[in-house]
């Protein structure tokens, strides 16, 4: 898969809240840092965002970017916590899996 192809899988993974596919994309060694914290390791890392979908009711993804093996989606994280909160997620892909993710929003939206 291209970078890009790896990067939807994550995200229609993510989305069908198939973590088995999802994990199955993500390298051993993958690193996650994040607003709401960091998880080291694809085991980690899918717990993190197996998580996290408690709570998620939607994910929109807006506009995807590509450069190379860096991906950047740009998406709105829809939770029964907040409003849809506006998010980036910057993936880097190396041998078809996602090596590192690091995510940025608006916090205070989640946190009201």
């Not at 790896?6 to 993510?14: E, G, N």
């Not at 607003?35 to 506009?63: F, M």
């Not at 916590?81 to 090596?99: L, Y």
Request: proline residues 3%; glycine residues 8%.
């Amino acid at each position: 898969m291209t970078p890009e192809e790896t990067v939807r899988t994550y995200f229609d993974s993510w989305k069908a809240k198939d973590f088995d596919r999802l994990r199955a994309i993500l390298a051993d060694d993958v690193t996650f840092t994040g607003p709401l914290g960091k998880a080291n390791g694809a085991d980690e890392c899918r717990a993190g965002i197996e998580g996290l979908s408690a709570i998620v009711t939607d994910v929109v993804v807006r506009h995807r970017f590509v450069d190379g093996d860096d991906v950047l989606t740009w998406f709105e994280l829809h939770t029964t916590e907040a409003g849809p909160v506006q998010t980036a997620n910057w993936s880097h892909v190396h041998n078809g899996k996602v090596d590192r993710i690091q995510v940025t929003f608006d916090l205070r939206e989640l946190l009201r």
